[in-house]
């Protein structure tokens, strides 16, 4: 088992940024791969950046250059890095792990609301 415990959501003027935090903890070793998604209010799920256990980087196209994953593998965490706010980024977002065996874990989520 994983669990993963989001962090740094929040009210952000638009234009702002933030860094949200995933810790995890439980079977750090199975995990083969993290991600950040979002879900804004009537929306689909939508994936955000992926990072894998050798430190590989993805993000879909849609996303490309104001979101940034990156990893502290002493202190079992992942970050995601938001810059430039709009308000159309105000969703919940969520932390997933995926362990070796295609295993998907989640987060409670954390809530970013952006004002413009």
């Known amino acids: 088992q994983v669990q993963l415990v989001e962090s740094g959501g929040g009210l952000v003027q638009a234009g702002g940024s933030l860094r949200l935090s995933c810790a995890a903890s439980?079977?750090?070793?199975?995990?083969?791969?993290m991600g950040w998604y979002r879900q804004a209010p009537g929306k689909q799920r939508e994936l955000l950046a992926t990072?894998?256990?050798?430190?590989?980087?993805k993000y879909p196209d849609s996303v490309k250059g104001r979101f940034t994953i990156s990893r502290d593998n002493a202190n079992n965490t992942v970050y995601l890095q938001i810059n430039s706010l709009k308000p159309e980024d105000s969703a919940v977002y969520y932390c997933?792990?995926?362990?070796?065996?295609?295993?998907?874990?989640w987060g409670q989520g954390t809530q970013v609301t952006v004002s413009s």
């Open positions: 439980g079977s750090i070793s199975t995990i083969k791969a």
């Open positions: 997933n792990a995926v362990s070796v065996w295609g295993i998907p874990y």
């Open positions: 990072i894998t256990s050798g430190g590989s980087t």
